[in-house]
């Protein structure tokens, strides 16, 4: 069984901070490349961060200078600490857990999803 599970997000005001938490059971965690993606209403979703096996990172260009995504794979867990949010960043945020041969995810395996956190930027 594998469950990615997020939490931390919340109302906050603009300018203000945010940290989500993803962690993961029933995989090899060492082994996925973790991302961040998030989905506004009414929009496509969208990668915004990324943490590969190796520890290289990714951001969109939007959340870059403001995001951080990092991971303890002693814990199973990937974070995203969020500062100077915008309303812009009001959206559903997904962790995305991803394995790192391709040809298992091709086959349909090794690509998870957790349920989603809210974060709300607002004031």
């Given at each position: 069984?594998?469950?990615?599970?997020?939490?931390?997000g919340?109302?906050?005001?603009?300018?203000?901070?945010?940290?989500?938490?993803?962690?993961?059971?029933?995989?090899?965690?060492?082994?996925?490349?973790?991302?961040?993606?998030?989905?506004?209403?009414?929009s496509?979703?969208?990668?915004?961060?990324?943490?590969?096996?190796?520890?290289?990172?990714?951001?969109?260009?939007?959340?870059?200078?403001?995001?951080?995504?990092?991971?303890?794979?002693?814990?199973?867990?990937?974070?995203?600490?969020?500062?100077g949010?915008?309303?812009?960043?009001?959206?559903?945020?997904?962790?995305?857990?991803?394995?790192v041969?391709?040809?298992?995810?091709?086959?349909?395996?090794g690509?998870?999803?957790?349920?989603?956190?809210?974060?709300?930027?607002?004031?």
């Amino acid at each position: 069984q594998v469950q990615l599970v997020e939490s931390g997000g919340g109302l906050v005001q603009p300018g203000g901070s945010l940290r989500l938490s993803c962690a993961a059971s029933g995989i090899r965690f060492s082994s996925y490349d973790m991302h961040w993606y998030r989905q506004a209403p009414g929009s496509q979703r969208e990668l915004v961060a990324a943490i590969t096996s190796g520890s290289q990172i990714n951001y969109a260009d939007s959340v870059k200078g403001r995001f951080t995504i990092s991971r303890d794979n002693a814990k199973n867990t990937v974070y995203l600490q969020m500062n100077g949010l915008k309303p812009e960043d009001t959206a559903v945020y997904y962790c995305n857990a991803a394995f790192v041969l391709a040809s298992m995810r091709e086959k349909g395996v090794g690509d998870y999803w957790g349920q989603g956190t809210q974060v709300t930027v607002s004031s």
